[in-house]
């Protein structure tokens, strides 16, 4: 125990004096009661009136959160109350969310956001209270009688106002399920709620014009066609630059074995264009038979920030390329919410996807029958197979300039249960690998704090705070082991870390698994290395001289 | 009992024998700041009981070591919600912490109290320059993040 961990009649003294919700200090009050400020920093911008009107979504005006009024439709109540009421008949999950929960707090101390702040309302149950709160008073009828004892409120606007402010504090990531001894997922809490709040343009465009864009055009950035094949054309030049080898990516090309489909950050991002070049290089190495397509070039899916139906529609483009294009399977990049997407809920919203056939690696012969409905590969279990099978030529000194710890992007680790792949790979293409501590990693691992569409820059002291405890645990290993590289599987980790990074622990730079793996990669016919694909100087290899090959 | 502290190194004896005590409530306060009180164990608690013993180390010495730990403690403050003044007032707080051992411990020693408060005058000044380059250090973040995301598109430009 902490020798500042405070003695029993310390901790009394202090409960007996200190005023505090939990001992009615506030006894005039609800815990509702204490109203919400929002001031610059605290809150997101809100959905532009075009992205909107694009959408078709609800209420498209100017407004921002500080104001006093927030223009909301005139019958917004009966839109909340009736959007409530048919969601909880949808999704019986939702109800038993709200039913189940006896307030034991196991997950109070278990958010990121509630550690890097110390908020109340951003303790899991008390988020999904906000709700519940709600819900108790319109729904069951014993306990509408029993009202008083069963906690509940009316919905007015400043419940809203709350909703918009803590439920946009609330990443999606799901640690404080693993705690929850009836498995609620809070998560779907917050979706649910965003859901709802969209219904009368209660919103943030860094999460709608994504939406919107990759709804007309295919991807987050509204990236169109010939500049998507610019770009990645662009990087496999910097490839043949840095390594000798052309490595050829061929675009909608009908009756490819493979559709390979990634987040598109990797195609204009720092640093997910370096993850981008692994990729290419990967692929040339085993010489797959892949094609990338310039519609569905997006492996991200912000409609899961936004609702059901948007989600559901999104998913579906990279199906419908798939079967436009003939292929037999779909190969994914390194992305998080995009793979909760399509393990979770794909295979209930669009699939089974009977056109395609279940995969099987032509290299190895592996058949993945973990994805015989969505009949999507994740490239760590990809190359992972690969290694496993020694199919791959690797050199792992090529990355010791690199010392590694490895973060688990939530919706992988938690949303999929992929812990040991990236893993198995990152050990085989580096001699440098730390893991951070035990209650931070694998199906524990903190979020980032800008996941699920929190990563607006005007946001960035809500995401410092959010993203302190994962800050912490990689600078107990950068202070203990000297790391100095954040591996990572997820294309916003690639996005929101560097900023992260850069703010708790400068020196820590990011890094995409695949970036590594092409680092390593001994290409066929590849001229002396002596640079990463970053064009930094690779440790015993600045004169060319230590190089095997 | 009154506790005679010799005129040349009174101040670092002083320190080192009621540290613990100063500590203990200097740390309380500190994590009080927070909504609800920020717990021990918790990343922050970990790290400002780590960084406020440091600091207060530090103040009994004559070389001033304690950049990191201050460093530490404003990173943390500066993305805070409340307000910068709220934020550094942890800063002084140690004052009223040595006056009432002081008082309890009968020790009268006005000059060794005044060292002591402009040492800690100094120290919440460095403070606020921490505190100050965190900020800077946020509206940095925006404007590289911006570029980042924009690295191919600036990188066509630039062509």
Known sequence: ?549 | MVTQYSMKRGWTEFLEANKKAILERWLDCALALFPEKMGYSTPIGTVFSGALEKILSSLGKRENDCKEALDDVTRILAVQNFPPSKALSIFLEPKLILRDIMMKTKVADTLMQDAFNSRLDALTLEAFDSYMRHREKIYQLKVEEGSRRMYMALRRAEA
């Open chain 1, 1 to 549: 125990m902490s020798k500042y961990a405070p003695k029993l009649s310390e901790l009394k003294k202090e409960f007996d004096e200190k005023p505090s919700v939990l001992k009615g200090d506030y006894s005039a009050q609800e815990w509702w009661d204490r109203p919400v400020e929002f001031r610059d920093g605290n809150w997101c911008f809100p959905g532009k009136q075009e992205v909107l009107a694009d959408l078709g979504f609800a209420n498209p005006r100017k407004w921002a959160a500080t104001d006093e009024d927030w223009q909301l439709p005139a019958d917004w109540q009966k839109t909340i109350s009736e959007g409530l009421q048919s969601r909880l008949k949808k999704y019986r999950s939702l109800k038993l969310f709200l039913d189940a929960c006896v307030r034991c707090g196991a997950c109070a101390d278990k958010c990121h956001f509630f550690l890097g702040t110390g908020d109340p309302k951003n303790m899991p149950v008390l988020r999904a209270e906000l709700l519940r709160s709600v819900y108790r008073n319109d729904f069951p009828l014993v306990e509408k009688i029993l009202k008083g004892f069963s906690g509940s409120r009316k919905l007015t606007k400043a419940v809203i106002k709350e909703w918009h402010m803590y439920f946009h504090q609330c990443t999606e990531c799901r640690r404080c399920s693993v705690f929850c001894p009836f498995g609620i997922d809070t998560a779907e809490i917050t979706m649910l709620v965003r859901e709802l709040l969209n219904l009368i343009g209660v919103n943030n465009n860094w999460i709608l014009a994504p939406v919107s864009n990759c709804n007309r055009t295919g991807n987050h950035l509204g990236i169109e066609p010939h500049t998507f094949v610019q770009n990645i054309m662009s990087l496999a030049e910097d490839i043949e630059d840095h390594t000798g080898v052309n490595v050829d990516p061929t675009f909608n090309r009908k009756g490819a074995e493979v559709l390979f489909i990634t987040p598109s950050g990797d195609v204009f991002g720092d640093p997910g264009v370096y993850t981008m070049m692994g990729y290419l290089l990967l692929f040339k190495h085993i010489g797959l038979d892949y094609t990338i397509s310039t519609y569905a070039s997006e492996g991200g899916n912000f409609g899961m920030f936004t609702s059901n139906d948007m989600m559901k529609k999104l998913n579906a483009k990279m199906y419908h390329e798939a079967k436009r294009l003939g292929v037999k399977w779909l190969l994914g990049g390194e992305c998080g919410h995009m793979w909760r997407v399509v393990h979770q809920y794909m295979n209930t919203m669009n699939g089974p996807a009977d056109f395609l056939e279940v995969p099987v690696s032509p290299i190895t012969g592996t058949r993945f029958s973990n994805a015989s409905a969505t009949k999507m590969v994740h490239i760590a279990e990809f190359t992972a197979d690969l290694i496993h099978h020694k199919k791959l030529k690797l050199d792992p000194k090529r990355n010791d300039h690199l010392r590694t710890t490895f973060h688990d992007s939530c919706n992988v680790a938690r949303g999929m249960g992929m812990f040991e792949e990236p893993r198995s790979i990152l050990r085989s293409v580096c001699n440098s690998f730390h893991e951070m501590a035990e209650d931070t990693i694998r199906e524990k691992t903190f979020c980032c704090g800008s996941g699920s569409g929190l990563n607006a820059e005007e946001y960035m002291d809500i995401r410092m705070r959010g993203g302190f405890p994962r800050a912490n645990a990689v600078k107990q290993v950068k202070d203990r082991h000297k790391v100095n590289s954040l591996v990572t599987i997820c294309a916003i980790d690639r996005a929101s870390l560097p900023p992260l990074m850069n703010y708790w622990n400068p020196g820590v730079s990011v890094y995409g698994l695949h970036e590594l793996v092409g680092n390593a990669l001994v290409m066929q016919g590849e001229k002396k290395r002596t640079t990463d694909l970053r064009e930094n100087t690779m440790a015993g290899f600045e004169d060319g001289g230590d190089d095997d090959e």
